[in-house]
């Protein structure tokens, strides 16, 4: 991998001889990560299923290694979880999050929601709330156009602590949704006494969606659960035409996916927004 004098870069691609090697390796490049800059936010649209506007967008961290290339999240969050570096990446992810939303509006776009995804242990941490209390405050963003999206496994295993953080972040005016909806457990009077906005059905089940019942009868479920709740759903990993039918067909709120977008620059937002999406 080494092929030094061909650019003079400063990096090469290590060859990792174990999982464990490698592991060791992103871990500390993670550490310097923030410091040089490598990370950067894709956004993807969300799209109401009645009217077809675009109301929101989920932010979404990308790594830019300078050797290794781009690194997926699906890599280097759980790393970024293990070592405790989630917190600050989580921090830098609200703020640009934040930042980013608050340049569309000053650049005259139709106001959108940004939905910022919070990992279990940034959840935990006490001063979550000072966190996003400050990314508000520095980008004047107002709070109704942040979202949080929580995973149902983490909401569960501590309900009384999340409803009072969710509590606290509900007073300050953010939005609260849970994502993978339907992979975890959630025990439905828990449901009932968390803040929610809405409900985002996971891509496990939309994948399938058009031949597999039983996906079906999990998609309609967690919809009419929505609706009872008086919570809205959104599905999200939607690719196809029929997918769309059947969503729209059993009143599914919204939808994410490739169908509609794929994650995108902000420039790319701008574009979006300006022909109508
Ligand atoms: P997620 O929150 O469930 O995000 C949805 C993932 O599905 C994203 O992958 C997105 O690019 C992908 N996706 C969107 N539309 C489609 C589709 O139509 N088909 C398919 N097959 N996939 C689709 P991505 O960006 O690689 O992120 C993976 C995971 O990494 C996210 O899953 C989330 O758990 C985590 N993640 C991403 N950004 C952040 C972040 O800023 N903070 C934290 N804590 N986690 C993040
Ligand atoms: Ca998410
Ligand atoms: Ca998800
Ligand atoms: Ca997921």
Not at 55 to 63: G, K, P, T
Not at 89 to 107: F, M, P, S, T, Y
Not at 119 to 136: D, G, H, K, M
Request: aromatic share 8%; net charge negative; proline share 3%.
């Amino acid at each position: 991998a080494k092929e030094l004098g061909r650019d003079n870069f400063q990096f090469y691609a290590p060859e990792f001889n174990s999982t464990a090697q490698e592991k060791f390796f992103l871990q500390e490049e993670l550490r310097n990560a923030l410091a040089r800059a490598e990370f950067t936010l894709s956004y993807q649209p969300q799209v109401d299923l009645r009217s077809g506007h675009v109301f929101a967008v989920e932010a979404l961290i990308r790594w830019n290694h300078p050797s290794l290339g781009t690194i997926s999240p699906m890599k280097f969050i759980p790393l970024a979880e293990e070592t405790g570096l989630i917190v600050q990446i989580g921090d830098w992810v609200l703020h640009e999050a934040c930042r980013q939303n608050k340049d569309w509006q000053d650049a005259g776009l139709p106001p959108i929601v940004v939905c910022v995804n919070v990992s279990a242990r940034q959840f935990r941490e006490s001063n979550l709330i000072s966190r996003v209390v400050n990314a508000l405050k520095d980008s004047e963003l107002e709070a109704k156009y942040l979202e949080l999206e929580v995973t149902e496994s983490l909401i569960m295993q501590n309900i009384e602590t999340a409803v009072a953080t969710m509590n606290e972040l509900q007073s300050l005016g953010v939005q609260i949704s849970i994502d993978d909806f339907g992979t975890g457990y959630s025990s439905l009077s828990a449901l009932r006494t968390f803040p929610l906005a809405r409900l985002k059905i996971d891509k496990s089940f939309i994948k399938d969606l058009a031949a597999n019942e039983n996906d079906q009868a999990v998609a309609i479920a967690v919809i009419s659960l929505g609706q009872k709740l008086n919570l809205r759903v959104i599905a999200e990993g939607v690719e196809t035409e029929d997918q769309v039918a059947f969503l729209r067909k059993n009143n599914c709120d919204e939808m994410q996916g490739y169908h509609f977008s794929k994650p995108v620059s902000a420039a790319g937002i701008v574009q979006l927004l300006n022909t109508g999406g």
